[in-house]
């Protein structure tokens, strides 16, 4: 049984340039969530996916945040023009549905925007 | 809105010592989950233990337990016989039963296992 992975590890970027993050969930599990974590912070919650649906979005999530999950399997997270305070990390996490309420994470994509 | 307080930014115990860190979260439901998670340095957060509110028993697993105080809205974490690899951050999260699928987190407690 293979783990929540994510893609890249880490991400160096220049102010105003885009990036897209992978995420691919356990297999069987048809809820993805997308977590931005902070230094010293605990996770803060920013939008999930039942299949291929977009259930709900965090008012931390801007304009310039798009998420996907095309296939209800893997997902893409993209920040457009980026900005400092974009930094962080980004955790996926997913679950296999009502009922099983336990969310698994994948280590994280760790942006850095100089 | 929910929140979770984490009281103790940083804790310490010797090894093959007894730990307990504490969280307090706000709810006006009644039927909601609780989780401990683990994130080491630079490595993955994992799931410690959860508790589901309608059941009265406080959860267990191996070295480590919860005290779950419902009318306090208290949810302590007791780890016992602590190992050198329990030394991580360790986050409280609040999750509604239906409807909110999102994980509310504290800001955490750092765990120092002294050898």
């Known amino acids: 049984d293979t783990g929540v992975s994510q893609d890249p590890r880490h991400k160096i970027t220049k102010r105003g340039q885009n990036v897209t993050f992978r995420c691919d969930p356990i297999?069987?599990?048809?809820?993805l969530y997308w977590y931005r974590q902070t230094l010293g912070q605990g996770p803060e919650f920013l939008t999930y996916f039942q299949n291929e649906a977009q259930l709900e979005k965090s008012r931390l999530l801007s304009d310039r945040f798009s998420a996907e999950r095309p296939k209800g399997s893997f997902s893409t997270l993209e920040i457009q023009r980026t900005e400092q305070g974009d930094s962080a990390m980004y955790l996926c996490?997913?679950?296999f549905g009502q009922g099983q309420e336990t969310q698994y994470f994948g280590p994280g994509t760790r942006l850095l925007v100089l | 809105a929910q929140t979770v307080t984490q009281s103790q930014p940083e804790m310490s115990v010797q090894e093959a010592e007894t730990v307990t860190l504490s969280c307090t979260y706000d709810?006006?439901?009644?039927?909601?989950?609780l989780f401990w998670y683990k994130q080491p340095p630079s490595r993955q957060m994992i799931l410690v233990i959860r508790q589901e509110a309608y059941k009265q028993q406080n959860a267990t697993e191996n070295r480590f337990s919860v005290n779950f105080q419902k009318a306090a809205k208290s949810f302590s974490l007791k780890i016992s016989d602590s190992q050198l690899g329990d030394a991580a951050m360790y986050f409280c999260?609040?999750?509604?039963?239906?409807?909110?699928?999102?994980?509310?987190f504290g800001t955490g407690t750092r765990l120092t296992i002294i050898p």
């Open positions: 709810t006006s439901e009644s039927d909601y989950y």
């Open positions: 999260a609040y999750k509604e039963d239906f409807g909110n699928e999102k994980l509310t």
């Open positions: 297999s069987e599990h048809n809820r």
């Open positions: 996490a997913s679950s």
